[in-house]
């Protein structure tokens, strides 16, 4: 049975800005082939000569910068537009549900006019925005939070003359934790446990996985006559430690294995990268270790080329989609145990772990794999079938739907 969807996000693709847009996006295209009525309102976001021709998309939503405005005029206004765009799209579409997926840059107060108004609905957390709503919401920050000595008069005089009532009547200010995160669904076990420890209830809340879209699954198998070919695609910073990645290469060729290459991709940064380059040429590993400027999206057709992927992050991401990509092309996996990475790979079952922070422990399993044909081939399958049985968006999407059918038949919101 089709169900009515309002799907409400900060950015929404071709104008975003991650991995949790991409996933929103793709999802959304799963439950319109379901024959499901979709409807994204998001914010008015654009880039310069890219074209917009998606008519269930609208692009009304005003964002405030996550430090500011800090100006009571420019912040309420902005408050007043973004509620009316909002009730505008539940009048006309008259939504069987409402999705909540990133709000960073919106209001909650939109969150707490939707249950006001008994609207149903779910919340797809991808990242950590729930962990930031206090610091990303300047309207909650105004009304709760140190302020300049002018604001501070001001809120005082509203405050005095009983004019804040009446405004955070309409556009409430209240705790961000007052919200329960349920019904809905987590990126991963690892950033549904960091929400709960956050003080948020995440009780009863399923996780569902990012997920590849059909055509980013290869379909043929690779066939490695040699392991040459290392990758490394992650966000430059400490949390990934890419360091980690190049000391393999580095004690791989001190150990006479000179035929390893490495290729590490990414941004961020600035002082971590110069770390990183440093590092490559005082140890003189420039024909061994490369380091380019790309986004994960950038070089996702570059896995099949690679003979094994490396995962070396040391503090969880939302989910590590990278290890799916390399799964889903047949690379062989060695990661480290981290988090999230944790929801996805098994030691020797599809994949092989190592030490955090062990350079050593990894240029071990380097060596290992490219010595056993049979391990390497045991783990590069199962991992490929479980991109198929539990990664496509066609599972994760039969997944949300279910989901979606099972919250639409439980009624409306309870009244605030």
Known sequence: MPVKLLHLTNFYPPFSTGLAERQCALLVRELAIRNHVNRVLTSDQTLPNVPDHEPHVNRRLRLFAPTGPRDFGRLYLTQRH????????????????????????????????????????????????????????????????????????????LRELRLAPAILRVHPADRPHGLPMRPGFFASRTLRDSVRLAGFDVDGTEVL??????????????????????LWIGRLDADHDPLTAIQAVQELRHQGE??????????????????????????QLGGAVTVRHASIEDVAML???????????RQPDAFPLVLVRAMAARVPVIATPEGSANDVVRNTDNALTFRTGDPSDCAEKILRLSTDRALLDALTERAYREVLDVYSAAVVGGRLERMLHHVARAGAEPEA
């Open 82 to 157: 973004n509620r009316r765009v909002l009730i505008e799209e539940l009048e006309q579409l008259a939504p069987d549900l409402v999705v909540i997926w990133t709000m960073a840059g919106l209001s909650h107060s939109l969150l707490w006019e939707m249950r006001r108004r008994r609207v149903r609905t779910v919340y797809a957390v991808l990242d950590s925005w729930p962990r930031h709503r206090l610091r990303d919401d300047p309207w909650y920050w105004w009304w709760a939070a140190p302020l300049p000595l002018d604001q501070k008069i001001f809120r005082r005089m």
């Open 303 to 313: 896995y099949p080329s690679y003979d094994i992927f490396l995962h070396t992050a």
């Open 209 to 230: 996985p990012h997920c590849l879209g059909r055509e980013e699954i290869h379909p043929a198998p690779q066939r490695r006559d040699e392991l040459r070919r290392l």
């Open 258 to 283: 000179m035929r390893f290459s490495l290729d590490i991709f990414g941004r961020g940064d600035v002082t971590m990268e110069a770390r990183v380059r440093d590092y490559v040429r005082n140890a």
